[in-house]
């Protein structure tokens, strides 16, 4: 009989605040279906390329069938996706002539390197030759090969927040695995996922709150409206955006990298939104509740947020300066003095 104290370590429960999945020894899984669908419409919409014979982008994400999941065992991360996916590109000749063609991608895989995907274009049968089909095979291909690293980067950042959990001396011991001969250093992931989310380590986080104002030479109707509209969005961020405009709508813009949803609206008055840079701690959102005052000549915009990572607090008021309030006045004429 072992004396007090001593014994195999793997069957000392430590000590946690939460009493969940002691020394991460437990085999846990999470399901990555949903988040991935979502992350690789999003990665894929939008992409374009050009040369001096014109410009293709793509237009339509039509199939993404498959599955993915994150399995932990023993603080040991083992990744599962398996997609097959189909989009639709769209090209513009500088003579003004437009092509639609199709994309495949029938192993985006844990079992494929980055390098071995088979990435088909053609262009649709009732379309006349063109160059801009070879420029989608090749640096269209190209694009959509990092795209693709860039999911499996986010798969390996951004989803497995939390699935690893501190000890009781606080030291999370990560170590990552696939079922694949694919090694993640030659995974290609996009500059936009560069920064390294920080591990959520389900002990509830210390936060803040805050508020900025700012004035635009414009009405509150028109001011509500920028926020709302998918078009005029994408037109102040200067990138692909997704806005669903309603009480409950989703919203993804900046590259991913701030997401969230409306859960409230009061039209020309009132917008309450669900908020969150991609690197913040898994599913912890801030509340921001944005009021349009009319001002006579101009609107005024009171921003207050709420439940910002305490050291994320700058960085916020930072992004909402330049990204929202800045990016707004200029791409719209709404300029007014700030302060």
Request: with cysteine; hydrophobic share 30%; glycine share 8%.
């Amino acid at each position: 009989m072992a004396k007090w104290g001593e014994g195999d370590p793997r069957w000392i429960v430590e000590e946690r605040a939460d009493a969940t999945n002691v020394n991460n020894w437990h085999w846990t899984e999470r399901d990555a279906t949903s988040w991935s669908s979502d992350k690789l419409k999003f990665l894929l919409l939008g992409l374009s390329v050009e040369n001096e014979e014109g410009s293709c982008e793509v237009t339509e994400v039509s199939k993404v069938e498959g599955e993915a999941s994150i399995n932990n065992r023993k603080g040991k991360l083992i990744f599962f996706y398996e997609w097959s996916l189909k989009a639709t590109w769209t090209g513009e000749s500088k003579a003004g002539v437009k092509y639609t063609g199709t994309i495949e991608v029938p192993n985006l895989s844990d079992e494929n390197d980055m390098e071995d995907l088979d990435i088909s274009v053609s262009l649709n049968k009732d379309e006349p030759e063109t160059p801009l089909s070879n420029l989608m095979k090749t640096k269209g291909a190209e694009k959509i090969r990092e795209a693709l690293g860039s999911y499996v980067g986010f798969l390996k950042t951004e989803f497995t927040q939390g699935m690893i959990l501190p000890t009781a001396n606080g030291v999370a011991k990560v170590q990552s695995t696939s079922q694949s001969k694919a090694t993640q250093d030659r995974t290609r992931v996009s500059s936009s996922s560069s920064t390294t989310a920080p591990v959520n380590t389900g002990v509830k986080i210390p936060t803040c709150k805050f508020s900025m104002k700012e004035k635009f030479l414009t009405s509150p109707p028109d001011l509500y409206r920028v926020f709302l509209n998918q078009e005029m969005v994408q037109a102040f961020t200067h990138a692909p955006a997704s806005v669903e405009g309603e009480r409950g709508g989703k919203f993804r813009l900046l590259e991913g990298n701030v997401f969230g949803e409306f859960t409230e609206l009061v039209p020309d008055e009132k917008i309450v939104m669900k908020w969150r840079y991609n690197n913040w701690p898994c599913e912890h959102y801030a509340t921001i509740t944005m009021t349009f005052v009319d001002r006579s000549s101009e609107t005024e915009l009171k921003v207050e947020c709420r439940g910002v990572p305490d050291n994320e607090e700058e960085r916020t008021k930072e992004g909402w300066k330049r990204y929202y309030f800045e990016a707004i006045k200029q791409t719209f004429g709404y300029g007014a003095r700030l302060y």
